[in-house]
């Protein structure tokens, strides 16, 4: 049986992978992003929902966690050698470079620009991760998580296999308990005045696909359960300045969760006002998605090394607080 190719890439067959004792719990999609270096993720999601990817010779779905010795079946997929698509922007590797607030031997944690893919694809060249290789190449760099492309704020990318490993649980771990595995605070301008107070919004969340394959995302009874704490932080021009913590990790959560309370992110242009947002961009300049992830909290090698890493609220954002009365 196939095994994992330290460089894998595909060719014009059929293989088919055995999950190793160290990728037990990964996410399908994201084992394959691994499998299929360069593919765009819309990719990915194609082939898994058109049946072409198998897991132990049945169906699966993107998100189905794998275990060790699964037996995967990949198709064979056309993607660029590499060099064919060139190298990130000299602007884009000058800012990458100066993202990174931390780094160990273990990991490397960078503010991520707003309008910043977390990965390449769907008519992106180049997101962070790719950016982050090109600049190392001699490096082992993953993804820990991910950020909304309009989202800026911290981001976790991981130097060795074991950290990645220990991250990705503490990620299932918040997503599955009660947000005990890692604690994730976001700076962000709601629309209106919301309540003196922390306001907890416990509202499960379902991912749709709108026609084109974009993703919209919405409450419903049938969705996952998602759990974000918001909190005043203070009022500026008839708007609220929030801390926001989530005990969830779902897609989109805060800025769904902040319209279905009938406070949107300003400057949402998927779930905000459109009017609060012509407004705010005319008279203070805000032309990107007022969402910062500011903080994460977590702890490795068994709770014996404590990381408390933080990112700066992004200066544009500073600029728009500044103008605002």
Do not use: W
Request: charged share 25%; net charge positive.
């Amino acid at each position: 049986m196939a095994s994992i190719d330290s460089n894998p890439r595909p060719s014009g067959q059929v293989r088919l992978v055995r999950v190793p004792e160290d990728r037990a719990g990964q996410r399908l999609d994201n084992f394959l992003l691994g499998q299929l270096k360069g593919a765009p993720k819309s990719l990915i999601y194609k082939i898994v929902r058109s049946g072409q990817v198998r897991v132990n010779g049945g169906r699966a779905k993107a998100e189905t966690r794998l275990e060790a010795g699964d037996e995967v079946r990949i198709p064979p997929v056309r993607l660029s050698e590499p060099g064919e698509k060139g190298a990130p922007a000299r602007g884009l590797l000058d800012a990458m470079a100066a993202s990174i607030v931390f780094e160990d031997a273990r990991l490397l944690a960078i503010s991520k620009p707003s309008g910043v893919a977390s990965h390449g694809g769907s008519g992106i060249g180049f997101g962070v991760i790719e950016t982050l290789r090109a600049l190392r190449p001699n490096e082992s760099l993953e993804l820990v998580h991910r950020l909304d492309r309009d989202t800026s704020g911290l981001m976790v990318i991981a130097k060795k296999r074991s950290a990645l490993t220990e991250l990705q649980a503490l990620m299932r771990e918040s997503d599955a308990d009660d947000g005990r595995g890692i604690a994730k605070r976001y700076l962000a301008l709601l629309a209106g005045r919301m309540p003196d107070g922390t306001m907890t919004v416990d509202a499960p969340l379902h991912i749709g696909l709108r026609q084109g394959g974009e993703r919209h995302v919405q409450v419903h009874a049938q969705g996952k359960p998602s759990l974000s704490h918001f909190r005043v932080l203070e009022r500026r021009g008839g708007h609220s300045y929030c801390e926001v913590r989530i005990e969830t990790g779902r897609t989109h959560q805060i800025r769904v969760h902040a319209q279905h309370i009938g406070h949107p992110v300003a400057g949402d242009d998927k779930y905000g006002d459109v009017e609060v947002n012509k407004r705010l961009r005319e008279q203070v300049g805000l032309k990107r998605l007022f969402l910062h992830a500011a903080s994460l909290e977590f702890s490795l090698d068994g709770g014996r090394a404590h990381y408390l890493l933080d990112a700066p609220l992004a200066p544009e954002l500073v600029d728009v607080l500044d103008r605002l009365k």
